[in-house]
């Protein structure tokens, strides 16, 4: 089992800036991606970017966050950070980190995570 916890949402203005952590605990090193997801109310959650966790960290993005997001990792402290710039109102949700011991090419669909964290409100006021 692998445990996760994310840190580091908040509230900020639009066109700011947040940084928000995931530490894994736990059988981490039975981890081959980590990602970032989010849930706004009433909607599905969504896949915003994810790393790769061991031989590589080759990254993948959604493309409405390219250029303003920017997911990297710790390996030596089994932390997971998402750096998130010029923020919009849009942006506003709960954000997920999730991991999978699992060998698949894409990582962006939600089925492939196994673990889960309990999220981190990220707050954008216009």
């Known amino acids: 089992q692998v445990q996760l916890v994310e840190t580091g949402g908040g509230l900020v203005q639009a066109g700011g800036s947040l940084r928000l952590s995931c530490v894994a605990s736990?059988?981490?090193?039975?981890?081959?991606?980590m990602g970032w997801f989010r849930q706004a109310p009433g909607e599905e959650r969504e896949f915003i970017a994810s790393i790769r966790w061991r031989e590589t960290s080759t990254t993948y993005y959604t493309d409405s966050v390219k250029g303003r997001f920017t997911i990297s990792r710790d390996i030596a402290n089994d932390i997971m950070y998402l750096q998130m710039t010029n923020l919009k109102p849009e942006d506003m949700a709960i954000y997920y980190c999730?991991?999978?011991?699992?060998?698949?090419?894409?990582?962006?669909?939600?089925?492939?995570?196994?673990?889960w964290g309990r999220g981190t409100q990220a707050t954008v006021s216009s």
């Open positions: 736990g059988r981490t090193a039975s981890i081959t991606f």
């Open positions: 999730g991991a999978s011991s699992r060998w698949i090419l894409t990582t962006s669909n939600i089925t492939a995570y196994e673990y």
